[in-house]
């Protein structure tokens, strides 16, 4: 797993910025990468997408590295979900209903729609303060805050009924795309319970007040409402599909082993279960450690039962190329590239352990590799990095300064990347790929420039 910078994400008006920290995601968060994973979250996702009316291919399943129970539609068709839901969740299904929860709110446009429920609020925050300063003038300095609370007390009640709608209409339009899918609504009741439990752990209950400074309905209601619609659907009976069921486990027990302290791994996953999903989250445990041969051997128990799994072969070659091994890493990586049919992510891996041997006879492949892996996957910046250093090396720096523009891009610093986009263009070869890309470079990382002012 890689984790790389999230660009920010614009979700709410100014005025309502303060009010909405716990109701809306953060505003700068972090990526996880893995091949596996997004593939797993893609097969997950398919068939509910099409069964919203959308195109697989055009909607994104994004994993966010944020340990709380979340996710979010933030613009576009792209759904985000933090790693502390996957930690949560028992079970794919469960994910799927979030996922399907979320499509809901693409379908209705609520990202749209969250603007106009702001612009509602605001105009009687405005009114407010309009109000409240013609008290002022008048010497009823009481009476004015008076004015400016009450104002504002209304402002965040719309505002709160106008988000509880559009959830309300997102679980229907999910429980709509699950139906669809030939997918039980067991999973998205389980998850309900799970977020109901965490409600009462947190101190929320149904008395008038909690429920008015909510922005989501509370969870009692959602799942009193959705039992009565996915108990009369077909597909209520339906067992999950196992193979996903397994693939899940796998992951969840490879992203603890990731994120977890390595005694929480161990403790979670003891030597005496020799699950795959156990050896997956104890391989990581043991790279954390450096007990690079623990970690090694875990990996090989993998391989007995799946030789020619990529994910295992791609696990054991990053072991070993963090281990100052990169020799060794080359053989699992380029088998697994070729298992994985030159998979973007893997394929980078393998560009970076042949760069790192330091021997010059593989530039050659690595600048392959690499050009292969950002030809599929652009949004990639460790292997436009990789990509900038074997031009730098080769003296090229118009295509070095191109790369590394490609990298600023994704990592948010959009002045840095308009400045090396314009030093690329100037090298270049006019009305070249690489020349157009360039100007293309400029004209995003201008536009990222112009959105920051205007936020600030």
């Known amino acids: 797993m890689h ?5 920010p994400l614009a979700l709410v008006a100014a005025l309502l910025a303060l009010c909405l920290l716990g109701a809306r995601p953060a505003l700068a ?42 996710a ?21 299904l469960q994910v799927q209903g979030v996922i399907a929860h979320e499509l ?32 002022a003038v008048a010497g009823a300095g009481e009476a004015a805050m008076g004015v400016l609370a009450a104002g504002q007390q209304a402002a965040m009640g719309k505002f709160l009924a106008f988000t509880r709608g559009q959830e309300s209409a997102a679980d229907l339009a999910g429980a709509q795309y699950l139906s669809g899918a030939g997918l039980s609504g067991r999973g998205s009741l389980e998850f309900f319970k799970k977020l109901q ?19 989501h309905p509370l969870s009692r209601d959602r799942i009193e409402t959705l039992t009565a619609v996915y108990e009369k659907d077909p597909a209520w009976q339906k067992s999950p599909d196992a193979k996903l069921e397994d693939r899940f486990r796998r992951i969840k027990a490879k992203l603890y ?53 990529p994910y295992f072969l ?6 070993l190329l963090e281990s100052g091994k990169p020799a060794e890493a080359l053989a699992p990586l380029r088998r697994a590239v070729e298992l994985s049919n030159n998979q973007p992510l893997i394929a980078t891996m393998l560009g970076h352990a042949l760069l790192a041997t330091e021997d010059r006879s593989h530039g050659e492949e690595a600048e392959r590799v690499l050009r292969n892996a950002v030809a599929r996957d652009r949004e990639n910046p460790t292997a436009w990095y990789l990509l900038g250093r074997i031009y730098a090396d080769r003296g090229d720096t118009p295509r070095a ?18 400045q090396n986009a314009a030093a690329a263009e100037a090298g270049l070869p006019a009305e070249s790929v690489d020349w157009l890309r360039a100007q293309d470079i400029k004209l995003e990382a201008r536009a990222q420039i112009e959105r920051n002012k205007k936020r600030k």
Do not use: C, W
């Not at 984790?3 to 660009?7: A, G, H, S, V």
């Not at 593939?39 to 966010?64: R, S, T, W």
């Not at 439990?197 to 922005?215: K, M, V």
């Open 314 to 319: 791609e696990l054991k070659g990053q072991v």
């Open 104 to 135: 809901g709110h693409i379908t209705g446009g609520h990202v749209i729609g969250f603007s106009d429920g702001a612009k509602a609020a605001s105009n009687i925050s405005i009114l407010s303060l309009l109000l409240g300063a013609a008290a």
């Open 29 to 70: 968060q972090s990526i996880l990468r893995d091949a596996e994973t997004e593939a797993l979250l893609d097969d997950m996702a398919a068939p509910l997408i099409k069964a919203a009316g959308l195109e697989p291919g055009n909607v994104d399943i994004i994993l966010i590295n944020d340990p709380t129970v979340n």
């Open 72 to 92: 979010f539609v933030a613009g576009g068709q792209a759904v985000y979900i933090h790693s502390g839901l996957i930690n949560e969740a028992d079970s794919a």
């Open 3 to 7: 984790k790389i910078l999230f660009r």
């Open 197 to 215: 439990a965490l409600e009462h752990r947190a101190g929320y209950y149904a008395s008038q007040e909690d429920t008015f400074f909510r922005t």
């Open 257 to 309: 082993g990731y994120q977890a302290e390595p005694k929480d791994t161990l403790n979670a996953y003891p030597t005496t279960d020799q699950s795959v999903a156990a050896h997956y989250a104890r391989a990581f445990a043991y790279n954390k450690e450096s007990l690079i041969g623990r970690s090694v051997t875990e990996i090989d128990a993998l391989l007995l039962v799946e030789p020619d799994n």
């Open 401 to 418: 300064r191109l790369a590394s523009a490609e990298q600023l891009m994704m990592t948010g610093q959009a002045t840095a990347a308009m």
